[in-house]
């Protein structure tokens, strides 16, 4: 019905006659005049109605916000001192002829400059959505898939749909289940990822698949998580971890450079051993140029038992993080970031503030400065290469509370004190661990059971389990872990190994797994994937750190969708029908 | 690891060192060498070990079917007696230099040739996708989804994400339910369609929306049904129907372009009425050349009662197909074809032969001629074009049983007697009935409720439901309904008068479609859509009447996966944690 948006209305329309659909954005009456912003997905641009034409000008002067209307007329430069610099539409405005409303609007309940509750917006995304904050986010959503799918197509990966209604899978986390109505007492689980079945399809030989999928884990959500996630799925045969690296990088890289315009540097690639060691992560967030420095071998003979135990402990770790012009945090915000440390496990945090570098001992000023000699404090100085104004952390514990705690401390200072740049960094982190020991003392997979393991054969990794090295890789940007994936076993009697180490017995096997096992006997390739979070891409494109302003109808962290208010009660019926009841339990019942 | 796919190798490599990686598709040893067919996704390549490297020659005759291998040799042009003209790769072959076992192949339990149970098939789809006639479908499907992105995105579609954990929708089949955790008790539903939400983000304003999407419907399967089925769901702003038409029919003609070759013709718009008067049947396959023809009028006055009683009858109808060619038809085949229109409900089937149309009534045999006059057989044989050889079927009953039972007589005679062609014929179907009355006189929503009527306001629907036309267009090809959608209504008040003729009270509209009704109070712009069966246009496009041929893992007619046993027993646990209970009810177990 529209001849052009309102948004790509400009210079080359002056003196055209146009037709324009949207909302009234704004109305003002200036002067005799009425002026009417009217708004659609491509941007704003401003008409006017002249009292000349009664009649329309009479019906313009009824509309409101967020009126619904057709509008035709006629292209015109502004007068010079009424150019609008700041807007796309800024040099012209559209002299109204002709007005249709399509529909009236009630008063809104929200405003649109952000004083409203996530809660209202949630309730009224259809109105929320309007916004081109908003609106704008979810463009280069699309882009952003659009870009994917086009880079994939044109290197020869097939588009392959995977079930959505399938068995329940053993990622970790909890299956949404859904009752069958055919069979009786018996569920299908909603998959946390396609795994199984792309790994299927390259024992099928369609060799490089991808797909773009949703996901659903039932977990207790955080604000950067949702019951329902979208997923950049890509397997591959016949490729090495290196070359299935190559190929996403290249279409991450090329996806900056299309969205914003940014040359990403190549990804540099570490270990997960060097990662935990010097950044206390597994995603280490490089703009950010704090490191962990270890200094046990230096505290190791200082008398003062709380540095000196742990850094003889082959389990402990005794590290420092020295903070650029740190010394001049104040006593109140070092116990808030001891408090902080805490949530780690960290039993305290000792500190030294550098005031004169050149002065050595002498010129450090630190509660613990007493327990340590002038040339320990001189080697700790040196080791750090601190600077005057610089304050040094000391974490002293076991590797684990130490590596986690100065992990996140080191984020949360680099934010606080601004020493966190504003570029991009991109980088790898591969060689992981197979295996973590959990509290028990049992072996749990750091991926997922069907990581393979680099350089051993089954036996060896039956032999040595617990020191075995995978073959996977995660993609990190800024902090955030983007993407990752592994080379896959593809051998049977490796596949039954690992499930051996995770305690998984033969029976087990054969009820979750036995159609893999079974896959596995005949001439399945070598293959390899990776799946990207899009939402979390997205996020990273657009700026912002809440996934809800990244998808159209999100749900909140009670899984919830204020909208539409689902969850909601079932026809009692329909539960007949598909042989299941509700269990009323007193203690849920208060829970609510 | 490969330098060029199996199917790719030519003439053009000749000369050149190749690496292929795939599958041993046929060993045979001859006169003291070893020929490999080595197959991957692309195709078929001959291999030949030369017993000169005696170490490589060996492990080649170790090879069996579909081990994985990969193979490096040299290209050569085969001798001129042997070149294989059927196959894309027959001009040359590969002189094996190396070989690399990635993974040995059990026997396998499918053979090739097709003697396989689709049970077996569905149980080891991990093989059956390997015979490159299935794998070439999916790959098919591949290209279509790709095809429908890239002109969707062409036109300024955005592909927005709806979600799948939702609530109830009201498409009229059996929702999925999946219990929630958090809110115990209560259920989301897997969407039928994203109707509501595609409508939500037109009133958002992002007037050009679509989405390859799955789709859940609960309901008992027939072989072209799925429980889980794929989508193009598209919808638009200011765009008339004719608009909507126009953009989706391109789409199509694209498809069939790029996918076959085939320039198809302009479509044919047809109305309901005149599809069910003619074909009897609002998805006419008019590649069938037969139509039924009314002759109520010639047999109003005849004796016969059972012409003359619902030729009278303003609910009767009295029609007749003449089938060329029919006259050949035997006793036994006729008496077969009474009882096949006794599905439909007709009870008996008069016919005529026409053996000499020149000579009147003594010219035609049938077993009602004694009942009519040579007036009326002349009159009948004018009416119906009959020429000799033909036999002329009579429906007389109901309009509905006549329309539906020589609607399907038609297609099964068409086939039967190769009446139908084999060209390309699609058109639209418009101007449905907006309502149909059930058995207890209620009214249904011919679509959904949320279609908007043609030319009429919120009083004049609700003053006469029963007339309405809505503004709602089906695409059909050759008998397959691959498309439907309609205009929306864009108004609370007439959404409101369609919820009352539906019979949803207030209570209950407020329950299910307060959003929707809310929604509608703030600027609601005019939106149209439509959504093809992505299912069922690869079945047409790849030539397969069975749905589970287009889908990589489908599921059976009791909606089940044979390949990974899901649906399955949940743990008691999850079970426990959602609040819900099995129960176990005698008549069920026995029944399973």
Same mark, same amino acid.
């Given at each position: 019905?529209?001849?052009v948006?309102?948004g790509q209305?400009n210079?080359t329309?002056?003196g055209?006659?146009?037709?324009?659909?949207?909302?009234?954005?704004?109305?003002?009456?200036?002067g005799?005049?009425?002026?009417?912003?009217?708004?659609?997905?491509? =941007?704003?641009? /401003?008409?006017?109605?002249?009292?000349?034409?009664?009649?329309?000008?009479?019906?313009?002067?009824? @509309?409101?916000?967020?009126?619904?209307?057709?509008?035709?007329?006629?292209?015109?430069?502004?007068?010079e001192?009424?150019?609008n610099?700041?807007?796309?539409?800024?040099g012209? +405005?559209?002299?109204?002829?002709?007005?249709?409303?399509? $529909?009236?609007?009630?008063?809104?309940?929200l405003?649109?400059n /952000?004083?409203?509750?996530?809660?209202?917006? @949630?309730?009224?995304?259809?109105?929320? #959505?309007?916004?081109?904050?908003?609106? $704008?986010?979810?463009?280069?959503?699309?882009k952003v898939?659009? &870009?994917?799918?086009?880079?994939?197509?044109?290197?020869?990966?097939?588009?392959?749909?995977?079930?959505?209604?399938?068995?329940?899978t053993p990622?970790?986390?909890?299956?949404?289940?859904?009752?069958?109505?055919?069979?009786?007492?018996q569920?299908?689980?909603?998959?946390?990822?396609?795994?199984?079945?792309?790994?299927?399809?390259?024992?099928? =030989?369609?060799d490089?698949?991808?797909?773009i999928?949703k996901?659903?884990?039932? !977990?207790?959500?955080?604000?950067?998580?949702?019951p329902?996630?979208?997923?950049?799925?890509?397997?591959?045969?016949?490729?090495?971890?290196?070359?299935?690296?190559?190929?996403?990088e290249? #279409?991450?890289?090329?996806m900056?450079?299309?969205?914003?315009?940014? !040359?990403?540097?190549?990804?540099?690639?570490?270990?997960?051993?060097?990662?935990?060691?010097?950044?206390?992560?597994?995603?280490?967030?490089?703009?950010?140029?704090?490191?962990l420095?270890?200094?046990?071998?230096?505290?190791?003979?200082? !008398?003062?038992?709380v540095?000196?135990?742990?850094?003889?402990?082959?389990?402990?770790?005794?590290?420092?993080?020295?903070?650029?012009?740190?010394?001049?945090?104040?006593?109140k915000?070092?116990?808030?970031?001891t408090?902080f440390?805490?949530?780690y496990?960290?039993k305290?945090?000792?500190?030294?503030?550098? %005031?004169?570098?050149?002065?050595?001992?002498?010129?450090?000023?630190?509660?613990?400065?007493?327990?340590?000699?002038?040339?320990?404090?001189?080697? #700790? @100085?040196?080791?750090t290469n601190?600077k005057?104004g610089?304050?040094?952390?000391?974490?002293?514990?076991?590797?684990?509370?130490?590596?986690e705690?100065?992990g996140? &401390?080191?984020?949360?200072?680099?934010v606080?004190?601004?020493?966190?740049?504003?570029?991009? %960094?991109? @980088?790898?982190?591969?060689?992981f661990?197979?295996?973590?020991?959990d509290?028990?003392? $049992? &072996?749990?997979?750091?991926?997922?059971?069907?990581?393979?393991?680099?350089d051993? $054969?089954a036996?060896?990794?039956?032999?040595?389990?617990?020191?075995?090295?995978?073959?996977a890789?995660?993609?990190?940007?800024?902090?955030?872990?983007?993407?990752?994936?592994?080379?896959?076993i593809?051998?049977?009697?490796? /596949?039954?190994?690992?499930?051996?180490i995770?305690g998984i017995?033969?029976? +087990?096997?054969?009820?979750k797994?036995?159609?893999?096992? +079974?896959?596995?006997?005949?001439?399945?390739?070598?293959?390899?994937?990776?799946?990207?979070?899009?939402?979390?891409l997205?996020?990273?494109l657009? =700026?912002?750190?809440?996934?809800?302003?990244?998808?159209?109808?999100?749900?909140?962290t009670?899984?919830?969708c204020?909208l539409?208010?689902?969850?909601? !009660?079932?026809?009692?019926?329909?539960?007949?029908?598909?042989?299941?009841?509700?269990?009323?339990?007193?203690?849920?019942?208060?829970?609510?």
């Amino acid at each position: 019905m529209r001849t052009v948006y309102c948004g790509q209305v400009n210079e080359t329309h002056i003196g055209q006659q146009v037709v324009l659909c949207g909302w009234v954005n704004r109305r003002r009456d200036l002067g005799g005049v009425i002026f009417i912003d009217l708004r659609d997905r491509e =941007g704003i641009v /401003q008409v006017v109605y002249d009292p000349d034409l009664a009649d329309v000008f009479e019906r313009a002067s009824q @509309l409101r916000q967020e009126f619904c209307v057709k509008i035709t007329g006629t292209v015109r430069a502004r007068d010079e001192r009424q150019v609008n610099k700041d807007m796309a539409t800024g040099g012209v +405005e559209v002299s109204g002829l002709e007005l249709e409303v399509f $529909n009236k609007a009630d008063i809104l309940p929200l405003d649109f400059n /952000q004083t409203n509750t996530e809660e209202q917006r @949630l309730k009224y995304r259809f109105l929320d #959505l309007r916004r081109p904050e908003m609106s $704008n986010r979810l463009k280069t959503r699309a882009k952003v898939s659009s &870009l994917v799918r086009r880079f994939m197509d044109d290197h020869g990966f097939l588009d392959i749909e995977t079930p959505v209604l399938t068995k329940a899978t053993p990622e970790g986390a909890r299956d949404y289940l859904v009752p069958s109505r055919t069979h009786k007492g018996q569920f299908f689980a909603l998959p946390q990822s396609p795994q199984l079945f792309k790994q299927l399809l390259m024992m099928s =030989g369609f060799d490089r698949y991808y797909q773009i999928v949703k996901c659903f884990r039932d !977990e207790d959500l955080r604000a950067d998580r949702q019951p329902e996630f979208t997923q950049i799925d890509i397997e591959t045969s016949f490729m090495t971890a290196a070359q299935v690296r190559e190929v996403t990088e290249s #279409l991450i890289t090329h996806m900056w450079k299309e969205i914003l315009d940014v !040359e990403l540097p190549a990804f540099p690639s570490m270990t997960y051993a060097e990662a935990m060691r010097r950044f206390g992560s597994d995603k280490p967030d490089l703009r950010n140029p704090l490191e962990l420095i270890d200094v046990a071998d230096i505290l190791k003979d200082v !008398e003062f038992k709380v540095f000196a135990e742990p850094a003889n402990n082959p389990k402990g770790r005794v590290a420092v993080l020295c903070v650029t012009g740190g010394a001049k945090l104040s006593r109140k915000q070092i116990d808030d970031y001891t408090k902080f440390v805490g949530i780690y496990g960290a039993k305290g945090m000792a500190w030294m503030k550098v %005031k004169d570098v050149a002065a050595g001992a002498e010129g450090v000023q630190s509660p613990v400065a007493k327990f340590l000699s002038a040339d320990v404090i001189t080697a #700790l @100085l040196e080791r750090t290469n601190a600077k005057d104004g610089d304050i040094i952390f000391f974490g002293a514990d076991t590797n684990k509370v130490v590596t986690e705690a100065l992990g996140a &401390l080191r984020l949360k200072v680099g934010v606080d004190l601004e020493l966190t740049s504003n570029e991009w %960094k991109p @980088l790898w982190v591969v060689d992981f661990p197979m295996f973590e020991e959990d509290e028990e003392g $049992n &072996l749990n997979a750091v991926h997922h059971p069907f990581t393979a393991p680099m350089d051993v $054969n089954a036996a060896e990794l039956l032999a040595n389990p617990a020191n075995a090295i995978s073959d996977a890789y995660d993609m990190v940007i800024n902090g955030y872990e983007v993407g990752g994936g592994s080379v896959r076993i593809h051998k049977g009697e490796m /596949q039954k190994a690992v499930f051996e180490i995770l305690g998984i017995e033969d029976k +087990e096997q054969q009820d979750k797994f036995g159609f893999l096992l +079974e896959a596995l006997k005949y001439g399945t390739p070598p293959h390899a994937g990776l799946a990207f979070g899009l939402d979390r891409l997205t996020m990273l494109l657009t =700026g912002t750190d809440n996934i809800r302003d990244v998808i159209a109808f999100p749900k909140t962290t009670t899984a919830a969708c204020l909208l539409t208010s689902a969850p909601s !009660e079932a026809n009692p019926a329909s539960l007949e029908e598909l042989s299941i009841a509700v269990v009323k339990k007193e203690k849920t019942t208060d829970a609510e």
